[in-house]
Nanobody, 127 residues
Framework: QVQLVESGGGLVQAGGSLRLSCAAS????????MGWFRQAPGKEREFVAA????????FYADSVKGRFTISRDNAKNTVSLQMNSLEPEDTAVYYC????????????????????WGQGTQVTVSS
């Protein structure tokens, strides 16, 4: 069983920054692609960013490209999401997810490819 625990959410003004972290335990972290998803009130959960096993490849939603950066530290079993130039539209619950069934060079944008999920952390951006 894998456990994922997110942290770092909070309230920030538009234009500000936050850094989310996700700590993983239970399986070999370096053999999982990792993703961040978010769900705003009244909306479906959507893809934000993903990173391959080694961190060599990253993938972003168009809405966050150039503002958000995903990274991982396999020695510490953590994945992070640096969020800059935040906008009120970024307000959502952010979820970390792990995919142990993919290939090493790829990280999926699809929810159904992810096997394990964290409990989520709230990010609120005020205008």
């Amino acid at each position: 069983q894998v456990q994922l625990v997110e942290s770092g959410g909070g309230l920030v003004q538009a234009g500000g920054s936050l850094r989310l972290s996700c700590a993983a335990s239970g399986r070999t972290f370096s053999r999982s692609a990792m993703g961040w998803f978010r769900q705003a009130p009244g909306k479906e959960r959507e893809f934000v960013a993903a990173i391959s096993w080694s961190g060599g490849r990253t993938f972003y939603a168009d809405s966050v490209k150039g503002r958000f950066t995903i990274s991982r530290d396999n020695a510490k079993n953590t994945v992070s999401l640096q969020m800059n130039s935040l906008e009120p539209e970024d307000t959502a619950v952010y979820y970390c997810a792990a995919d142990y069934s993919g290939v090493g060079w790829y990280a999926s944008r699809k929810e159904y490819d992810y096997d394990y999920w964290g409990q989520g952390t709230q990010v609120t951006v005020s205008s």
